[in-house]
């Protein structure tokens, strides 16, 4: 079941909303705000990148990291 959400943007932002949708090709604002809502999920979260920078240093300092030229050294 879909139930209505409503949102306010001053006019000014509710044109660029509308143009930019219709630019990148989206039937509606509403599907234009479900495409951004579901590309925010595949995003990286602040945390997530400083762990890895972590992980990775930790690595770094105890020499367990795995020098290589290319990706395919890698495999």
Known sequence: ??????VS???KEIR???N???K???ESVSSYIKHLVKEDKDLISEEEILEATREAE???ENGTIIKAN??????
């Open 9 to 11: 943007f001053p006019p």
């Open 16 to 18: 660029y909303i509308k």
């Open 24 to 26: 990148r090709g989206f």
């Open 58 to 60: 930790e690595e770094y």
């Open 1 to 6: 079941m879909r139930q209505v959400l409503s």
């Open 20 to 22: 930019i949708s219709k």
């Open 70 to 75: 290319s990706m395919e050294e890698l495999l």
